[in-house]
Nanobody, 110 residues
Framework: VQLQASGGGLVQAGGSLRLSCAASGSTFSFAPTSWHRQAPGKQRELVATLSGSGSTTYADSVKGRFAISRDNAKNTVYLQMNTLKPEDTAVYYC?????WGQGTLVTVSS
């Protein structure tokens, strides 16, 4: 099983990015999934979760700005990030337990 994260990049504050996490090797249509991030010098933190039934949770710092979703036909999980802030700069990781993606870097300039 592999999780391939993509979509990171450099964006100005206030901009948007959409991260993708494509799963291969198995089907994860109803598996709980999550996005995490790790900023330089900080611990990895949970950003958003999506349960098998479709319910979502978000870290307080991203509520109202980020949205996690899934396309079962593509076996892909997304993280739509809007109104980005410099403090959102981090490497973002997707996870479908017990698997982790390799991370994609998001840099938000002020």
């Amino acid at each position: 099983v592999q999780l391939q994260a993509s979509g990171g990049g450099l964006v100005q504050a206030g901009g948007s990015l959409r991260l993708s996490c494509a799963a291969s090797g198995s089907t994860f249509s109803f598996a709980p999934t999550s996005w995490h991030r790790q900023a330089p010098g900080k611990q990895r933190e949970l950003v958003a979760t999506l349960s098998g039934s479709g319910s979502t949770t978000y870290a307080d710092s991203v509520k109202g700005r980020f949205a996690i979703s899934r396309d079962n036909a593509k076996n892909t999980v997304y993280l739509q990030m809007n109104t980005l802030k410099p403090e959102d700069t981090a490497v973002y990781y997707c996870s479908i337990p017990p698997y982790w993606g390799q991370g994609t870097l998001v840099t938000v300039s002020s």
